[in-house]
Structures are given as C-alpha cells and as structure tokens.
C-alpha cells in the first residue's frame, strides 16, 4: 500500500501563514497526482490544490492567489503553502494522493489521516 503522513496544521492567526507536508512512503509504486482537500463542519470534502508529476497545478477559486502548492518527486513530498489564511479555512486538511504500482497497471488512491487546521480571526 501506499501510506501518507501529514504534518503540519494547528492553529493559525488569520493573516499569518499556514504550511502543511505530506510525505508518501511504501515500495514499488509511482505517483500520478498529489493534492489536498479540507472538509469543514457540515460541509462536504472540497478539493484545495493538487499537482501532478510534471507540476502542472489546479487551485480552488477559493483559494487562487493565497495557496501554493509544491511537490518534490523525489522526496515523495507535496506541500501546501497558505499565506492570509482566513476563518473560513478552518477545516480538516487531508492529503491525496493517486497512482499506479510498478510492475503492471493496478492503480490506487491514498488519503491521509487529516490535521486539524483552525484559523483565528
């Protein structure tokens, strides 16, 4: 299987800045696209950013022009980057990930355990 570990999250001042990590581990597999989602209460799990391999990346209107997203293929690491975070960012931040393991086509999709992220105002 494919395990991802989040770090990062917490509680954040509204207007400070938010960084969170997630990191792949496992053996005999590739990563097609790496990303983030939130779930905040009440409300369904909405997509935050991915990236794929090559680096091409997709935003959320939401957040277009607070949030980077980065990824280091060799580290099997993708990053979210947060700048002004807001209240309305307050929500439970997971990380995704989907690809194929090596030696033939069987695909799979992985999501971490969430962190908490709380955004004060």
């Known amino acids: 299987q494919v395990q991802l570990v989040e770090s990062g999250g917490g509680l954040v001042q509204a207007g400070g800045s938010l960084r969170l990590s997630c990191t792949a581990s496992?053996?005999?597999?590739?990563?097609?696209?790496m990303g983030w989602y939130r779930q905040a209460p009440g409300k369904e799990r909405e997509l935050v950013a991915t990236i794929t391999s090559g680096g091409i990346t997709n935003y959320a209107d939401s957040v277009k022009g607070r949030a980077t997203i980065s990824r280091d293929n060799a580290k099997k690491t993708v990053v979210l980057q947060m700048n002004s975070p807001k209240p309305e960012d307050t929500a439970i931040y997971y990380c995704?990930?989907?690809?194929?393991?090596?030696?033939?086509?069987?695909?799979?999709?992985?999501w971490g355990q969430g962190t908490q992220v709380t955004v004060s105002s």
């Open positions: 496992g053996s005999r597999f590739t990563i097609n696209v």
């Open positions: 995704n990930a989907d690809g194929t393991y090596l030696g033939g086509t069987r695909k799979y999709v992985s």
